[in-house]
């Protein structure tokens, strides 16, 4: 019967073991938390530019529509 006051040992192996894992786990989650960002920043900025690139052409070809309507009408 074990008792509440004894140590258990672990073996230096055994750590060392565990350790290697687990930093091998945190550079995975580094890695994907480094994509996870990067993913999400370009989400914000790309569509935001392509917007503003259709809401100038559409203002250039509302100025383009009333040029043609003037000539033709006068």
Not at 15 to 42: D, P, T
Not at 53 to 59: A, H, I, L
Request: no cysteine; proline share 3%; net charge negative.
């Amino acid at each position: 019967m074990k008792k509440d006051d004894e140590i258990v040992m672990i073996p230096f192996v055994a750590h060392e073991s565990a350790m290697n894992r687990m930093e091998r786990a945190n550079k995975r989650l580094y890695i994907i938390i480094l994509v996870m960002f990067i993913g999400i920043m370009l989400y914000f900025l790309i569509p935001s530019e392509v917007t503003q690139v259709v809401e100038t052409d559409q203002s250039a070809n509302e100025i383009d529509n009333s040029e043609i309507n003037q000539n033709i009408g006068g």
